[in-house]
């Protein structure tokens, strides 16, 4: 495995891992990590595998529960965004894909809170319920998607600047 690679799938790896240590409620680099894969992992079938076998390894640890299904489908669609990072992964671009990925998060892992956890009535206005509830989740996870995908992105293209083996060019050899 060549350096580049393995440094893309340790950080993938590391920030899946965060979401184990303390945090602030839904202040994880999930959604950014997802970013980086579909930007920089060198296909997209390994940038949609990566981050949900990392996030099931977290989920492993933390616990399974039943709207699972819809967090991946959160972060498989967030994949898909950085797909449209791939050839220029910039920081500005990617805090743009960033709130991006954060809406389409919160529809989809609020839709199936709603859908699964038994709380809200399955009707138009229990969805409007469950959406409502996740807006004090949905600023704290809006912040931390912003910084991680920050931390991760500039992070990288600092790393690639210092260590020419990390460059896209590098990848080849």
């Given at each position: 495995m060549?350096?580049?690679?393995?440094?893309?799938l340790l950080i993938i790896l590391a920030a899946a891992m965060f979401r184990i240590m303390p945090h602030p409620?839904?202040?994880?680099?999930?959604a950014a990590m997802a970013l980086f894969a579909g930007a920089y992992l060198p296909s997209k079938r390994?940038?949609?595998i990566v981050p949900l076998l990392?996030?099931?390894l977290s989920d492993l640890v933390l616990g399974l529960h039943d709207s699972m299904l819809y967090v991946y489908a959160g972060i498989a669609l967030t994949v898909v965004v950085g797909f449209g990072l791939k050839q220029r992964p910039?920081?500005?671009p990617a805090i743009l894909a960033s709130l991006i990925a954060s809406g389409l998060f919160f529809l989809?892992?609020?839709f199936g809170a709603w859908a699964t956890s038994g709380i809200y009535p399955q009707t138009t206005g229990g969805l409007s319920m469950a959406y409502t509830a996740g807006l004090p989740f949905f600023r704290n996870s809006l912040l931390g998607?912003?910084?991680f995908t920050a931390i991760l992105f500039g992070g990288f293209q600092a790393l690639e600047r210092i260590s020419p083996?990390?460059?896209?060019?590098?990848?080849?050899?």
């Open positions: 060549n350096p580049r690679l393995a440094t893309l409620h839904n202040v994880t680099p999930i390994l940038a949609l990392a996030m099931l910039r920081v500005m989809i892992t609020n998607d912003l910084f083996s990390l460059r896209r060019n590098a990848m080849a050899s």
